[in-house]
């Protein structure tokens, strides 16, 4: 399935691209220090008991 005449196509080169970006932000995440314990800080903070989330 994946062979050379795949990655010839529009979406083989395209899956290349989303490999190749993936990538790249697990490098550049990992060289800040960034792991599940850090993404604390990005979660919204509510005093009150009733939180919405959007879609």
């Keep these: 399935m994946y062979d050379r005449t795949f990655f010839s196509t529009r979406l083989g080169k395209a899956s290349l691209a989303s490999i190749a970006a993936m990538t ?3 490098a550049l995440t990992s060289q800040m220090g960034m792991v599940a ?3 604390a800080f990005a979660q919204p903070q509510s005093r009150s008991t009733t939180l919405i989330e959007l879609a």
């Design 24 to 26: 790249a932000m697990i």
């Design 37 to 39: 314990n850090d993404a």
